[in-house]
């Protein structure tokens, strides 16, 4: 009888000690996070923040290895290799993502920000909430939206003033449907390809040109091998912060919110920070000699109106809701 007590007394003072979930809250997680940027891009800065927040806020139960420059896997493979575990978060792009969930494509519709502010509000609210939803279907979890810019347009062959200078030029786009319908309305050659083939194909003159954000042009080299490059605007990029969602699911709740804290204040920074250096990466682009044009942009808006009409039926609703967003 008193053994029995003595067991007893014993297992009351381990609960008391030990509540139920404290394991789950201990366990130490060490997750593998990719990017594609290298590691004086935004995205590795933010990578950093984020990876010392979760640390922080989880103390230090959840702790980040990152991996830039594409070096576990790129674009829709990054996204695939999320899913079945390969990699535990990727920051990738929302072209990539569309192959996984259609309904993303919306965002990569030309013209429909005006600018950042826009994109965020449409992004941080019940549009954004209902596509990060969709994703959880296929295993993914959306922590947070952060910034890949206004895209611009570079090529080894001439000046760009209108979208008539298009016309004939092999643009390499990233593997997306709106993406190549809107090049192909614009009179180019749309050529889709991987991010990390790109400066190859530009060098071989597999392709004439590309399409990014300014910062991709000094981070990535690619005035090496491009002459020319047009402040065009023509879409509005954001890159998702993904986790699997199984793996999300399997943290205690102290975890999941750390997460989520860290990916949003880190992405807060990251957006700043992207901003900013906009106007820096294109004073950057002129000094390495690139001959810099400001096309007439109706020619381009006039060009892409059927790709609007196209899309209609996939993104109707939504493209207007995003067009009302003020």
């Not at 609210?125 to 939206?145: F, R, S, V």
């Not at 309305?185 to 050529?191: E, F, K």
């Not at 004073?283 to 942009?297: F, M, R, S």
Request: hydrophobic share 40%; charged share 25%; proline share 4%.
């Amino acid at each position: 009888m008193l053994r029995k007590f003595f067991k007893i007394s014993c297992v009351a003072v381990f609960i008391m000690l030990f509540p139920i979930g404290t394991f789950a809250a201990d366990q130490i997680f060490s997750l593998k996070m990719h990017h594609q940027g290298p590691l004086d891009h935004p995205y590795h800065k933010g990578a950093l923040e984020f990876k010392e927040r979760v640390a922080k806020y989880s103390d230090n139960t959840i702790l980040i290895d990152i991996f830039p420059n594409n070096e576990l896997a790129s674009g829709r493979q990054a996204v695939e290799a999320v899913q079945f575990g390969t990699i535990d978060i990727a920051l990738e792009s929302s072209m990539s993502i569309t192959n996984f969930e259609k309904a993303f494509g919306v965002l990569d519709m030309p013209f429909l920000f005006p600018n950042r502010n826009v994109a965020f509000k449409v992004l941080d609210g019940a549009i954004g909430a209902t596509l990060a939803k969709k994703l959880e279907e296929k295993n993914l979890k959306l922590l947070y939206y952060w910034d890949n810019g206004f895209r611009n347009i570079s090529n080894s062959k001439g000046p760009i003033h209108s979208a008539t200078d298009l016309k004939g030029l092999k643009i390499r786009v990233p593997e997306s449907k709106v993406y190549i319908s809107t090049f192909e309305a614009l009179g180019a050659i749309p050529t889709p390809m991987a991010f990390n083939e790109l400066f190859a194909a530009l060098q071989l003159k597999t392709v004439d040109g590309q399409e990014n954000p300014n910062g991709h042009m000094i981070a990535y080299k690619l005035y090496e091998v491009q002459t020319h490059f047009a402040i065009s605007n023509h879409i509005y990029t954001t890159e998702p912060l993904l986790i699997r969602k199984d793996l999300f699911d399997s943290f205690s709740q102290t975890q999941k919110d750390a997460i989520l804290k860290a990916a949003a204040e880190a992405g807060e920074m990251q957006r700043k920070l992207s901003a900013d250096l906009e106007s820096s990466f294109l004073e950057q682009i002129k000094e390495q000699g690139v001959a810099v044009t400001t096309p007439n942009l109706e020619s381009f808006r006039d060009a892409v109106k059927p790709v609007y009409d196209n899309y209609k039926g996939d993104f109707g609703e939504l493209i207007e809701q995003i067009l009302a967003t003020k």
